[in-house]
C-alpha cells in the first residue's frame, strides 16, 4: 500500500468513513468492525487491505467492479455468499466502511443493475 497508516492516531468516524484517510489502521477495523457487529477474522483483513490498495492506485473504488473482482477472488470460498457472510448488511458497504473508504453514492442500484 502506498499510503501511509499510522497506528498512533485515533480513527475519528464521520459519515460511514474516516476523516483523514491516513489515520486507518488495522486497529482502527477492529472498532469500525464492531460497531457493524463484525468480528473481524483474517479473511476480513485480507479483504480490507485489498480495497485499501485499490483506492491507492485508482483514487475510488467502483463497486460493480470490484464486488465482481472479490466474487471471483473468493470463489472457491463460495463468492458472494462467501462476502455476505463476512459483511452480511451489504459486502461492497461494510466493507468500505470499515476499510475506512468513502462508500459510492447509489451503491445499491448500481449492484441490483449488475446483477
Do not use: C
Amino acid at each position: 500500500m502506498s499510503s501511509s497508516v499510522y497506528t498512533s492516531k485515533a480513527a475519528v468516524a464521520k459519515n460511514h468513513y474516516l476523516d483523514t484517510l491516513q489515520y486507518w489502521s488495522i486497529i482502527s477495523a477492529y472498532g469500525l468492525a464492531a460497531a457493524e457487529g463484525i468480528r473481524l477474522t483474517q479473511e476480513h483483513i485480507d479483504i480490507l487491505i485489498w480495497l485499501r490498495e485499490q483506492f491507492d492506485q485508482h483514487g475510488h473504488i467502483d463497486a460493480v467492479p470490484v464486488m465482481q473482482q472479490l466474487a471471483v477472488m473468493y470463489g472457491p470460498y463460495g463468492g458472494k455468499d462467501f462476502l455476505h457472510n463476512l459483511f452480511p448488511k451489504e459486502p461492497i458497504e461494510q466493507s468500505l466502511r470499515i476499510a475506512g473508504l468513502p462508500v459510492p453514492e447509489n451503491t445499491d442500484e448500481k449492484l441490483l443493475l449488475a446483477s
